[in-house]
């Protein structure tokens, strides 16, 4: 698929081998919502994070209990793991000797100018980035009020004082979100920082909230940006599970060509013509198969007869088409098999797992 637009020119960061900006694939981030003090509950989170096709975990560090478990933590998982740091730069420097692969802070909240330095020469000494995480709901009391509120030129003027004093000390590695919860005000700040400067954006809308409403709105405003070739990292923000956030990061990365990876799944809207149970098989197809990362990219259709079957969906790997008493089992447009309703999804699961081996 031909990308919409070229993708932005940024500085190349190394984030614990995962490439981020510099043009090249964009990455899937997450956050664990397991107390990082609980190491075995945040690395058995992180691992599935991983298995789903995350690429960085991100942690929380509240407290010094949650730093000293990072150093287990990041040994025993097979990921890029950044501490997510407020107030406290101590534990900035405790999570860069734990051997995280990058920080989360605000420079603005960490403390007084020797403290960000003390950080910033941390990680430069430790080969890490920092992201600077500007988020509308934290803008200094200063800027709300010249700018009247949370406003595009409010979040980038806040990133780039914070990246400039950075910059001031000699730390360049940084990347930089703004994230806000008003789509329209989200996406205007990126692409005006998109526009004047050549640091790595990490996307993503702020509080998107859970279930259809959360995965809509954070489909638009990171598809948006990613369309127009803004955005070198994302992370979906939904309430609940992350893997939910992983899955919906990888949906969107593969309907905008920008990442061939793991399941594309297809069903039509049903119509006077269904016999089938499409929206019930659909879902049985994807709760067997989403768990498992295919080999290779892979299309699996449902559809619910045969003028949606076989022919719109000739492009699919594998689906099922219904018939009158059952349904046709396709590969690439081409019949394969006639089976009653009852065992349609049962062999195109089959079907569909012998294809990930491949």
Not at 1 to 24: C, F, H, N, S, W
Request: charged residues 20%; hydrophobic residues 45%.
């Amino acid at each position: 698929m031909t990308e919409i637009y070229p993708r932005r020119k940024t500085r190349l960061l190394d984030l614990g081998g995962v490439a981020i900006g510099g043009g090249q694939a964009v990455s899937i981030q997450s956050m664990n919502n397991t107390p990082t003090a609980d190491k075995q509950a945040t690395i058995a989170q992180l691992s599935a994070l991983a298995v789903a096709g995350c690429d960085i975990g991100r942690l929380a560090v509240p407290d010094q209990e949650a730093a000293l478990a990072l150093a287990d933590i990041v040994k025993a998982v097979n990921m890029p793991v950044v501490a997510d740091i407020h107030f406290d730069y101590r534990l900035a420097l405790a999570a860069i000797d734990s051997g995280v692969a990058g920080l989360r802070i605000n420079p603005g909240n960490i403390g007084g100018a020797d403290k960000v330095r003390a950080v910033a020469r941390a990680a430069e000494a430790a080969k890490i980035p920092i992201r600077i995480g500007v988020n509308g709901g934290s803008l200094d009391k200063q800027l709300l009020a010249k700018y009247g509120g949370i406003t595009a030129e409010a979040l980038c003027e806040s990133a780039l004082t914070q990246a400039a004093f950075l910059e001031e000390i000699g730390f360049s590695a940084i990347k930089i979100s703004l994230k806000a919860t008003n789509l329209p005000v989200m996406i205007a700040a990126y692409r005006k920082m998109a526009d004047i400067s050549d640091y790595p954006l990490h996307v993503g809308v702020t509080e998107a909230g859970f279930g259809c409403s959360g995965s809509v709105k954070s489909a638009l405003g990171i598809g948006v940006l990613l369309a127009e070739g803004i955005g070198d990292t994302i992370r979906v923000s939904l309430t609940g599970d992350p893997l939910a956030e992983v899955r919906l990061g990888l949906e969107i990365l593969n309907m905008l060509g920008l990442r061939k990876q793991g399941w594309e799944f297809i069903s039509c809207p049903t119509c006077g013509r269904t016999v089938i149970d499409v929206e019930q098989m659909a879902r049985q197809v994807y709760d067997a198969l989403s768990p498992i990362r295919p080999k290779r990219p892979l299309k699996v259709a449902v559809m619910g007869c045969g003028v949606n079957g076989p022919g719109e969906a000739r492009d699919a790997d594998i689906g099922i088409a219904g018939g009158i008493d059952g349904g046709w089992l396709f590969a690439k447009g081409e019949k394969i098999g006639y089976f009653p309703a009852d065992k349609l999804v049962e062999e195109l699961v089959k079907k569909a797992k012998k294809l990930a081996e491949e």
